[in-house]
């Protein structure tokens, strides 16, 4: 009885929908995986883990429907991928750092993951017949000279310089993708995704909520690049992974990039009084000058994800802090901050 049990399950899995996720180790990718396998897929996680944490992989480990292949996306894809092409019906690219120090840090890397990744795993959903979805990145728009951003925008971006790798790279990861699908290879969509922060975020990864976060818990002074007023708009992750599957699950023809962002915009300096309302943090700030290429203003335009998915944000940025500094606190042994009720 035991036997046929474990026959039965494992014959449920093998039916349920195979999904890979390139970059599915990642901070957004871990939070995708674990949304998919609620769903009832059956998940593919593909990561080099050069920049994810190997502890967000624990929160799915064990799962039956769930299984990591280590690989570099600039790599052939590993035959434990290509022997099951013909499965897959759902392939998401989230692979490549993402934030400014992450992919500096090998720029060459970094352009390669855009392109000649993204290649392979087109070339995979198009062999699958498999929807595949990009993740693309506010990045395109530059240092914008338009208010919000559009994805009509072409950007204003200088593709020579630190930041090239990714801005350009991430440019042409989105003209490859939509070469695809203009000559009939693949069915695809490419999400232009803003500011992101939550739980399981990587604490020296850069970016800036995770930087006053970890700061202000800590004690260490608190850096502002700037003056502080440049504008952000953050995006709870829950409320990302949601628009990226209705995005993969809608029925439009995938010919047009789709923002997904807040369009709650705010200075640095405000966000700051928010972490530091929260945390308690008597800590000092630290003003260092701004980084080259670094944008003056983002906040999307989210109206055509509005229409053609139904989507917005639900979290509000007190919530979502909340429970971002409380997850922080917890992985850097400091006093717990309380959650949202």
């Known amino acids: 009885m035991q036997n046929e049990r474990t026959e039965g399950k494992r014959m449920k899995n093998q039916n349920a929908p195979l999904t890979l996720v390139a970059g599915g180790a990642g901070f957004i990718g871990s939070h995708l995986c674990a949304a998919l396998l609620a769903r009832g897929?059956?998940?593919?996680?593909?990561?080099?883990?050069?920049?994810?944490?190997?502890?967000?992989?624990?929160?799915?480990?064990?799962?039956?429907?769930?299984?990591?292949?280590?690989?570099?996306?600039?790599?052939?894809?590993?035959?434990?991928?290509?022997?099951?092409?013909?499965?897959?019906?759902?392939?998401?690219?989230?692979?490549?750092?993402?934030?400014?120090?992450?992919?500096?840090?090998?720029?060459?890397?970094?352009?390669?993951?855009?392109?000649?990744?993204?290649?392979?795993?087109?070339?995979?959903?198009?062999?699958?017949?498999?929807?595949?979805?990009?993740?693309?990145?506010?990045?395109?728009?530059?240092?914008?000279?338009?208010?919000?951003q559009r994805e009509d925008y072409r950007g204003f971006v200088n593709c020579t310089g630190p930041r090239a790798c990714y801005d350009e790279g991430k440019r042409a990861a989105e003209a490859m993708t939509f070469d695809f699908a203009r000559t009939g290879r693949a069915d695809v969509r490419v999400a232009r995704i803003f500011n992101t922060y939550g739980p399981q975020m990587h604490p020296d990864d850069g970016r800036v909520v995770s930087n006053l976060i970890c700061q202000a818990l800590s004690g260490r002074p608190i850096t502002i690049y700037g003056d502080g007023t440049q504008t952000r708009s953050f995006c709870y992750v829950s409320d990302l992974v949601d628009g990226l599957m209705r995005l993969m699950e809608s029925d439009i023809d995938g010919m047009e990039p789709i923002n997904l962002g807040n369009p709650n915009e705010m200075t640095v300096n405000e966000l700051l009084g928010h972490i530091v309302e929260l945390t308690g943090s008597g800590a000092g700030v630290e003003y260092r000058p701004l980084p080259v290429d670094d944008p003056r203003r983002r906040r999307p335009d989210i109206s055509r994800a509005a229409a053609l998915l139904g989507w917005e944000p639900r979290v509000d940025l007190r919530e979502g802090l909340e429970r971002t500094c409380a997850w922080f606190a917890g992985e850097l042994a400091a006093p717990r901050v309380a959650a949202a009720a």
């Open 41 to 148: 897929d059956h998940v593919v996680c593909l990561d080099n883990l050069q920049t994810a944490r190997a502890s967000n992989l624990k929160l799915l480990e064990g799962h039956p429907r769930f299984e990591f292949v280590k690989a570099d996306v600039v790599d052939p894809l590993p035959a434990s991928i290509t022997s099951r092409a013909g499965r897959f019906t759902r392939v998401y690219n989230l692979a490549c750092a993402a934030s400014p120090p992450q992919y500096q840090e090998d720029p060459e890397h970094t352009m390669l993951t855009c392109v000649v990744g993204t290649d392979h795993l087109l070339r995979l959903a198009e062999q699958a017949g498999a929807r595949f979805l990009l993740t693309s990145t506010s990045e395109v728009y530059g240092d914008p000279e338009i208010h919000p």
